[in-house]
């Protein structure tokens, strides 16, 4: 089993920056891919940034252009850095990992998600 554990997140005002860390329990070189999903109360879990194992990056369209993600192999870790955020970014943000499975192909890994809060 793979674990992630994301942290970073926390409060900040409208226009500030924050950077969300991703760590994983295997070396994610080996992974199908890695990202980002978020999900505010009542709301449904939108994609906010993915990136293969190829490099192929992604970006949902609410973060495109503001948000950036990368990936430090070394240290095993995902980040998402966001900028000029809004209070509509405020949400649970899940880092997820796509291992190769033996059975399946790939298995979806998911972390316990960080909170950002952006205040107007």
């Known amino acids: 089993q793979v674990q992630l554990v994301e942290s970073g997140g926390g409060l900040v005002q409208a226009g500030g920056s924050l950077r969300l860390s991703c760590a994983a329990s295997e070396i994610i070189n080996n992974f199908n891919g890695m990202g980002w999903y978020r999900q505010a109360p009542g709301k449904q879990r939108d994609l906010v940034a993915t990136i293969t194992s190829g490099g192929t990056i992604k970006y949902g369209d609410p973060v495109k252009g503001r948000f950036t993600i990368s990936r430090d192999n070394a240290k095993n870790t995902v980040y998402l850095q966001m900028t000029s955020l809004k209070p509509e970014d405020t949400a649970v943000y899940s880092c997820?990992?796509?291992?190769?499975?033996?059975?399946?192909?790939?298995?979806?890994?998911w972390g316990q998600g960080t909170q950002v809060s952006v205040s107007s």
């Open positions: 997820y990992a796509d291992v190769p499975h033996r059975i399946i192909g790939s298995m979806r890994y």
